[in-house]
Structure formats: structure tokens, C-alpha cells
């Protein structure tokens, strides 16, 4: 992806992950998140009234991924996907919505 710059060069549009510490079990171990993800993290903790690092152990003990940042990345957009419970993204299509989008992926 790329964009203009103002003198309309062309310019790589990156988004940049940044590695923190986290505590998970007893040792400190590195994320690499984008910033979005860190504030979308931090807001799930305290919205759960937990530190960064026991939300962070809590993902990192029933992930089903070797990369614990895919897995917070997963966790977080699933997070926010289901806002209290209450899906804002439904797997029930629309009466508007076209037959072929009607047919979920794993049926393709």
C-alpha cells in the first residue's frame, strides 16, 4: 500500500508494531502490537479490571497459536467484535444480502 506524500511522491504506508514487556507467569516476555492493539488491549484489561500482563497471561494460557501476538491481536478483535456478549458482526446474513454471500467460507 502506498500514499502521496504532499509532493505527491510516493510514500509506503506502514503501520509499525511496537515491542513492550509483559509478565506472563513470572517472566517477561516481548509483544510486538501495533498501537491500536495496545490501546484495544489496554481498554479490554481495565474494562475486566485486570493488569496488561494478568489479561496478556490469561490469553496466553488457552491460545491455540504459537505467536502470542497473533494471539492478542485474535483476542482483542474478538474482543470488540462481541461487545458484552452481543455480537456486532452477525453470521446471520441480511434478507438484502446476495446469495452467494450467504454461504459461509468453510462450505465453499
Known sequence: ??????????RSARVTAVKRSV??????????LENEFWDGLREVARHKNLTVSALVATIASGRDRNNLSSAVRVFV???????GGQKMLSNDPGPDTPAASKTPFADR
Open 1 to 10: 500500500m502506498s500514499t502521496l506524500t504532499p509532493a505527491g511522491k510516493k
Open 77 to 83: 478483535l474478538n474482543h470488540f467484535r462481541t461487545q
Open 23 to 32: 509478565n506472563v507467569d513470572g517472566h517477561r516476555t516481548s509483544l510486538s
